[in-house]
C-alpha cells in the first residue's frame, strides 16, 4: 500500500458542483499539504495543517477549504468548482525533519 | 511573483554525458533546498537536499550545488541515464518546512 493515498485518482465534475478530494497517510507524519499543478506554474501550495487542530492558507487558497479530521486525514474541498480549477493536485506529508515531502501520486481533476 | 525559478522549461541531453539544472531563487532567508523528480501519472519523489550551511552535496550520481551570494542552486546528475528523463522541481523553504517549488525542467536522456 501506498505511504500517501489519495483518491479519486481521477475525477471530471461540471461547474458549480462541489468536490471533494481526500488524502490519507500511513507514515505517522504529523504535517499535510494539498499543491495543485499547472503546466508552466508548478507546485502552488493551497492549504497545509501542522496538526490536527491547526489549518494554515497556502498561496492560492481562494475557492478552496480542507478539513484535517485526523493526524492521517486531510481533505480539500471545492464548494463550487470552476474550470480555472482544472489542474493536478497533490497532496503530501512531512515530519519534523527537513527531509522534505512524501507525495501522493495525484488527483486530476477536470471541470467542463 | 515567482520566489524560486527554473527559467529552462526542458533539457535534452546524451546518455553518459552530464545533466545540469538550475534553479534561481529571489528569497534571502530560504535555509533548506530540495530537488524532486516526477515521472507521469506518479507524484514527485524526494531525491537530494541542501542547507545553506553548505555549497555541496553529493549522493550517488547527484550533486548538488547552492551558491547562496548568486542565489542560485543547480543539480548534476553524471552520468545522465535514460531512466533520469523526467520533470525536476527544486523547492526552497524558510525554516517553516512549507516549500516553495519551481516551475519544473523536463529532462530527457537520449539514448
Known amino acids: ?112 | 511573483d515567482q520566489q524560486v525559478k527554473q527559467n529552462s522549461p526542458s533539457l535534452s541531453v546524451q546518455e553518459g554525458r552530464i545533466s545540469i539544472l538550475n534553479c534561481d531563487y529571489t528569497n534571502s532567508m530560504f535555509d533548506y533546498f530540495l530537488w524532486y523528480k516526477k515521472y507521469p501519472a506518479e507524484g514527485p519523489t524526494f531525491l537530494i537536499s541542501i542547507s545553506s550551511i553548505k555549497d555541496k552535496n553529493e549522493d550517488g550520481r547527484f550533486t548538488v550545488f547552492l551558491n547562496k551570494s548568486a542565489k542560485h542552486l543547480s543539480l548534476h546528475i553524471v552520468p545522465s541515464q535514460p531512466g533520469d528523463s523526467a520533470v525536476y522541481f527544486c523547492a526552497a523553504s524558510e525554516g517553516t518546512y512549507k516549500y516553495i517549488f519551481g516551475t519544473g525542467t523536463r529532462l530527457k536522456v537520449l539514448a
Not at chain 1, 481521477?10 to 490519507?24: A, V
Open chain 1, 1 to 112: 500500500d501506498a505511504d500517501v493515498t489519495q483518491t479519486p485518482r481521477n475525477r471530471i465534475t461540471k461547474t458549480g458542483k462541489r468536490i471533494m478530494l481526500e488524502c490519507s497517510q500511513t507514515k505517522g507524519h504529523d504535517r499535510m499539504y494539498w499543491y495543485r499543478q499547472d503546466p508552466g506554474l508548478g507546485l502552488r501550495l493551497i492549504y497545509y495543517s501542522f496538526d490536527v487542530k491547526d489549518i494554515n492558507k497556502g498561496e492560492i487558497s481562494d475557492g478552496y477549504s480542507v478539513s484535517r479530521q485526523a493526524q492521517a486525514k486531510f481533505s480539500l474541498s471545492l464548494e463550487s468548482a470552476i474550470p480555472n480549477q482544472t489542474a493536478l493536485y497533490f497532496c503530501a506529508t512531512s515530519d519534523l525533519q527537513r527531509g522534505g515531502y512524501t507525495f501522493g501520486s495525484g488527483t486530476r481533476l477536470t471541470v467542463v
